[in-house]
C-alpha cells in the first residue's frame, strides 16, 4: 500500500520568514496530492492542492511543488504569520477499487513566532 | 447551515462497553469516511462507504463497525475489541465516489476517552 512519510514533524519560524515542509510516496500510481491544514482544536481543512499532471501551484503566499519522478512533494509557505500556526497534513490520493484512497502524512506543527 | 457535523464532541466510556459516534451530512455528498487521529500518526482510514448500504474496511478496522442506511448518515460503533480505543474521531465527506481527486470535507471531531 501506500506510504507517505512527512518532514518536519515540528517546525518553528520567525514571523515574515519562508517555511517549508516536505513529503515523499511510494505508490506511482497516486496522482492527487492535497494539503490539509488542522488549527487547534479544529478540523482539517484544504489549503492547497496539486494533481500529477502539474508540477507547482501557488494561491497567494503558498505554493505547492511536485516531483513526479522523486515521488516527493513540498508545501512552501511565504511571509509566514501567526495564524499560518497549526499542523500541516499532506496526503496522497488515487482511485482504487472504485473509490478515492487518500493516506495521510504524520502532519507538521508550524509554530509561528512574532 | 451546510456541512458536516459529529457528535458528541466528548465521549467517556468504560472498559467493555461499545459506544457509538454519530456522522452527519447534508452536503449530498456520495462518499463517507472515518478516521482515527492520535498525536504523531496523522489519520488513519478506519471504515469507508460509496454509496447507502455499502462499506468498505480500511487499514485499522478491527474493534470498529458501521452503518449506512441513509446517504447522509455513518455511524462509527466502537466495540469492546478495540484495544485502544482512546483517540480523537474523524469523520469527513467527498462529493463523488470512485473519483481520484475529490476534496475531504471533515467534521469537528469526537474525542475518546476509555476510562
Known amino acids: 500500500g501506500e506510504n507517505v512519510e512527512q518532514h518536519p514533524s515540528t517546525l518553528s519560524v520567525q514571523e515574515g520568514d519562508s517555511a517549508v515542509i516536505k513529503c515523499t510516496y511510494s505508490?506511482?500510481?497516486?496522482?492527487?496530492f492535497p494539503w490539509y491544514k488542522q488549527e487547534l482544536g479544529k478540523r482539517p481543512q484544504l489549503i492547497i492542492d496539486?494533481?500529477?499532471?502539474?508540477g507547482e501551484k501557488k494561491d497567494q503566499r503558498i505554493a505547492v511543488t511536485l516531483n513526479k519522478t522523486a515521488k516527493h512533494f513540498s508545501l512552501h509557505i511565504t511571509e509566514t504569520q501567526p495564524e499560518d500556526s497549526a499542523v500541516y497534513f499532506c496526503?496522497?490520493?488515487?482511485?482504487?477499487?472504485?473509490?478515492?484512497?487518500?493516506?495521510f502524512g504524520t502532519g507538521t506543527k508550524l509554530q509561528v513566532i512574532p | 447551515d451546510g456541512g458536516i457535523t459529529q457528535s458528541p464532541k466528548y465521549l467517556f466510556r468504560k472498559e467493555g462497553q461499545n459506544v457509538t459516534l454519530s456522522c452527519e451530512q447534508n452536503?449530498?455528498?456520495?462518499?463517507m469516511y472515518w478516521y482515527r487521529q492520535d498525536p504523531g500518526q496523522g489519520l488513519r482510514l478506519i471504515y469507508y462507504?460509496?454509496?447507502?448500504?455499502?462499506?468498505q474496511k480500511g487499514d485499522i478496522a478491527e474493534g470498529y463497525s458501521v452503518s449506512r442506511e441513509k446517504k447522509e448518515s455513518f455511524p462509527l460503533t466502537v466495540t469492546s475489541a478495540q484495544k485502544n480505543p482512546t483517540a480523537f474521531y474523524l469523520c469527513?465527506?467527498?462529493?463523488?465516489?470512485?473519483?481520484?481527486?475529490?476534496?475531504?470535507?471533515f467534521g469537528p471531531g469526537t474525542r475518546l476517552t476509555v476510562l
Open positions: 469527513a465527506s467527498s462529493r463523488l465516489a470512485g473519483v481520484f481527486d475529490n476534496e475531504q470535507f
Open positions: 505508490d506511482s500510481a497516486s496522482n492527487y
Open positions: 496539486i494533481r500529477s499532471n502539474v
Open positions: 496526503a496522497a490520493s488515487k482511485a482504487s477499487g472504485g473509490y478515492q484512497k487518500v493516506t
Open positions: 452536503l449530498n455528498h456520495d462518499a
Open positions: 462507504s460509496q454509496i447507502v448500504n455499502d462499506f
